[in-house]
């Protein structure tokens, strides 16, 4: 069904105009009329017309007014002008406000009922188009709850950081700052601590859904984690690095809002703790600032600025340039960490460069942190007595040169270590993953079923695919599959679409498209070609 308005202050006209349709398109068009602009803007509110003929020339508002009144409330309507009037200046105005066509009258029937078909292909296309995007909204609705549970766990959780800029492009992150908030539920409070039973536990399993809605309509930047047992940790987007006090007011207010709405909706008890902004590589230390400040017995909502959760560096201590040398050696990035250990290193011999015991003490420091980094990404093997040697090794440095030597050579052999340790992880799993496309390629296989086979995550296996082989999967995986298609159809016994299915192409028509787009030759072609050849 289809809604058109017709607006004209000749009686004739509109009677003419509705026998036309009523006639022609036998109950397809709904039709409504109105003899002035005023009644045709007021119609519009509540008929929503799909396509509107307007008269110019009316009285009190004009056919223009009511054009631009319509738009500003029904955006997709189609407009068509009537008018005894071939004036410039009105055919300028209506091609302004984006009229379909201006047309004169007398106008003829058929003139009538072209028009009307032209306007129904594209009233289709735009709701073609509206249907695509609701669709598209519909699968974005069912999928951002997953890239967003993935990315929190990913930052607060793993010690692997490679596929942050993934997941940051997804979900259109810009921001180079961020921070943690730590939502905990519960059924019950004792001794100012919640405790929450298994009922509570899958209750709010049950209204995850909900939960999101409310807290995305109190910030929607809010990245939401899931549900680990009894709290949710969202990671919140910031511009800037530094939390200024009225924001960090404004902040709590927030929250306080945000908890006495989900405590009214969804009958549990809620406290939230506030993390400090931090870098994203460095999230894990607002995480667990945030879930220190839950634990506050003081305030509902406690952020750990008010509270005194760990100790602070000194003012000159570069504590950012210290966790990016520790990020390049969790990498396996050589060439950043020795730019960031000589850094760091100069900055210890500026700090005080006759204090020799000191430089030992954070040298010896910081080879121990990265070796615990390099246990957990697989790099050692940890033995109890391993490093007997290394303070006998530090209290025999007779100078501040000797020191760095010794710093720089245990921390380039880490993180060689880990670098090797990534590439035959890397190389190991693509190497598994080919594998399996080869075996399985002329089946319906996805990347999250390659994914899946070697598990790792999507995401991560698109990007390392890419990097090992040099084309990313469906590239590879149509490739394999053309080859395939080429030598079954060489053998003229096979049907063509017989050769299509055993090469992973079930759908004929979807086969020759693919096939043409990357030979140049439909199969037939290629088929008939390789006969003249022979």
């Known amino acids: 069904m289809y809604r058109l308005l017709i607006a004209d202050d000749e009686g004739i006209m509109l009677e003419s105009l509705r026998e036309i349709v009523s006639q022609h398109y036998q109950g397809s068009i709904e039709v409504e009329t109105a003899k002035s602009g005023r009644t045709a803007v007021e119609l519009a509110e509540s008929f929503h017309p799909d396509i509107v003929f307007m008269d110019i020339q009316m009285p009190g508002i004009n056919g223009l007014e009511a054009i631009r009144a319509i738009r500003a409330f029904n955006s997709s309507a189609l407009f068509y002008i009537l008018s005894a009037y071939d004036k410039f200046d009105y055919a300028k105005s209506a091609i302004a406000l984006g009229v379909e066509k201006y047309l004169m009258k007398p106008i003829s029937r058929k003139t009538v009922i072209e028009t009307i078909d032209e306007a129904i292909v594209k009233v289709d296309g735009i709701r073609e188009k509206h249907s695509d995007q609701l669709k598209m909204q519909e699968k974005l609705e069912t999928v951002i709850p997953l890239v967003e549970n993935g990315f929190v766990t990913n930052m607060l959780l793993s010690a692997d950081s490679q596929d942050e800029e993934y997941y940051k492009q997804l979900l259109d992150i810009s921001e180079p700052y961020a921070y943690a908030i730590v939502v905990q539920f519960g059924t019950s409070e004792e001794n100012g601590r919640l405790q929450c039973t298994v009922s509570g536990r899958l209750k709010a399993q049950e209204c995850y859904s909900q939960v999101r809605a409310v807290i995305k309509s109190f910030s929607p930047r809010a990245v939401i984690g899931p549900i680990m047992s009894d709290r949710i940790t969202m990671i919140i987007p910031h511009p800037d690095e530094i939390f200024e006090y009225d924001e960090r007011i404004r902040s709590i207010e927030r929250m306080r809002g945000l908890l006495s709405r989900l405590q009214e909706q969804f009958g549990l008890k809620f406290r939230a703790g506030i993390g400090r902004i931090t870098r994203f590589q460095d999230l894990r230390m607002s995480y667990q600032e945030a879930s220190a400040a839950i634990q506050d017995s003081r305030s509902r909502i406690a952020h750990t600025d008010d509270l005194v959760t760990h100790g602070r560096y000194e003012d000159n201590y570069p504590i950012e340039l210290e966790r990016d040398l520790l990020a390049s050696i969790r990498s396996g990035d050589s060439d950043g960490m020795s730019l960031k250990a000589g850094q760091f290193f100069d900055w210890i011999e500026e700090k005080d460069p006759d204090d020799l015991n000191s430089m030992r003490l954070k040298a010896l420091e910081l080879v121990l942190r990265a070796e615990s980094d390099a246990f957990y990404a697989g790099a050692v093997d940890y033995a109890y007595n391993y490093r007997k040697d290394y303070l006998q090794q530090v209290n025999a440095l007779a100078s501040a040169d000797e020191v760095r030597v010794w710093f720089l050579d245990h921390m380039s052999t880490i993180t060689s270590g880990i670098r090797d340790r990534i590439e035959e992880q890397s190389e190991?799993?693509?190497t598994k993953a080919i594998k399996y496309i080869q075996e399985n390629f002329t089946k319906e296989i996805s990347l999250d079923d390659v994914s899946r086979e070697v598990n790792?995550?999507?995401?991560?296996?698109?990007?390392?695919?890419?990097?090992?082989v040099g084309k990313n999967f469906i590239e590879y995986i149509t490739e394999l599959r053309i080859d395939e298609a080429k030598k079954l159809l060489r053998d003229e016994r096979l049907a063509i679409r017989e050769?299509?299915?055993?090469?992973?192409?079930?759908?004929?028509n979807y086969f020759s498209r693919i096939f043409k787009k990357q030979t140049g030759m439909t199969p037939r072609q290629f088929r008939d070609a390789g006969k003249e050849n022979s």
């Open 428 to 430: 190991s799993t693509v």
């Open 456 to 468: 790792v995550s999507p995401y991560y296996f698109s990007k390392l695919f890419k990097e090992e």
């Open 499 to 508: 050769a299509g299915a055993l090469s992973g192409y079930p759908d004929q």
